[in-house]
C-alpha cells in the first residue's frame, strides 16, 4: 500500500472525484502489471500535487465503480475533471507516458 495513493472504495469515490483532476487507478491485487504501475505513480504523483489527486480502486473491492466506468482489464487509468473522463489508459503505463498526457490535460 501507497502513503502517496489511497486506495478508495465505493463510498467514498464519488467524493473523491467530483472536482478538480483525479487520475484513477483501477487495478487489482493479484495483477502483477498492476504492482508495477504503483510505483510509477508514486514517482510522478510529486509533479502533480495540487493540480492532479491520484487515486486508486481496488476493482474486486468496489466492482460496482469499476462497472460504471466500462473497466474490461486492470491497470486501468482515467483521468477525470469533475468526475467526467478526460483520457483513459489501458495497461502497464510508463512515466515518459504518462507525464505529457497529464501535463497536456492541465493545459
Not at 504523483?45 to 482489464?73: H, L
Request: charged share 20%; proline share 7%.
Amino acid at each position: 500500500m501507497s502513503d502517496l495513493i489511497p486506495i478508495v472504495g465505493s463510498s467514498e469515490f464519488d467524493a473523491e472525484t467530483q472536482s478538480g483532476m483525479v487520475l484513477v487507478d483501477f487495478s487489482a491485487p493479484w495483477c502483477r502489471p498492476c504492482r508495477a504501475q504503483l510505483p510509477i505513480l508514486e514517482q510522478l504523483a510529486p509533479d502533480f500535487e495540487g493540480k492532479i489527486k491520484i487515486i486508486k480502486v481496488d476493482t474486486d473491492q468496489a466492482q460496482d465503480v469499476a462497472v460504471r466506468f466500462g473497466i474490461q482489464s486492470v491497470p486501468t487509468l482515467i483521468l477525470l475533471k469533475d468526475g467526467k473522463t478526460v483520457t483513459q489508459f489501458v495497461g502497464l503505463q510508463q512515466a515518459d507516458t504518462l507525464k505529457p498526457a497529464l501535463e497536456q490535460a492541465l493545459g
